[in-house]
């Protein structure tokens, strides 16, 4: 089988970090990756990983150094090296940046670098914040070519009735479809497995 190049960005929500690494091990048995980390992930440590630990973690699944700079991250676009890029999970922050063309960090940058070279972005959203501001800024970057989804359902309804969080179970079938082009529907699910 041809190995698809993926790069692999990273960001925030870090009580998702554990779900994501573990689709990660399975997503590397077929393909290439290649990790980008938010400032936010490259310098924090949480109640969920050690950042040095969630970092050992990642470099045991790619053979690639991690990028982690802007410096680094500009280098994506001339080498056109990556057939898609994933970003698990997104935040707010981040999809606000990239719906409003702000690239002012690692993750943002690559991703412009990728919808430059008119190749698939994949999209896994976890934020407290859907049923606001943050909705209408994924909803509009959805809205935007080469720009693909991974399914999301609402967490904790009763807990929190503005959160979502993506289907990171079915990461692997959105991003085989986003490799063809295609949404993986349905786009909002009832609940996870």
């Known amino acids: 089988m041809n ?3 993926i790069l692999f960005g990273i960001c925030g929500s870090f009580c998702n970090h554990r779900q994501v690494l573990s689709e990660l091990y399975w997503l590397q048995q077929d393909h290439d990756i290649t990790f980008v980390l938010s400032e936010c992930v490259r310098t924090s440590s949480t109640r969920f990983f050690r950042k040095e630990e969630f ?3 990642l470099e045991k699944l790619s053979d690639h150094p991690i990028i982690d700079s802007i ?3 500009e280098k994506i676009g001339p080498a056109k090296a990556h057939d898609l890029m994933v970003i698990a999970p997104a935040t707010a922050n981040t999809v606000s940046k990239l719906a409003n063309g ?3 960090g690692s993750v943002t940058l690559a991703a412009k670098a990728m919808l430059r070279n008119e190749r698939p972005v994949l999209i896994g959203m976890s934020t407290n914040d859907f049923i606001g501001a943050s909705g ?3 909803l509009r970057l959805s809205a935007r070519k080469h720009i693909y989804l991974v399914p999301m359902y609402q967490d904790d309804p009763l807990h929190k009735p503005r959160s979502v969080t993506s289907r990171w179970d079915l ?3 959105a991003l085989d479809a986003a490799l063809q082009e295609k949404q993986l529907q349905p786009v ?3 609940t996870a497995p």
């Open 3 to 5: 190995k698809k190049k």
């Open 55 to 57: 970092r050992s973690e």
């Open 71 to 73: 410096v680094e991250s």
């Open 102 to 104: 702000i690239y002012d």
């Open 136 to 138: 209408a800024n994924l």
């Open 171 to 173: 990461l692997k079938e």
């Open 188 to 190: 909002f699910t009832e």
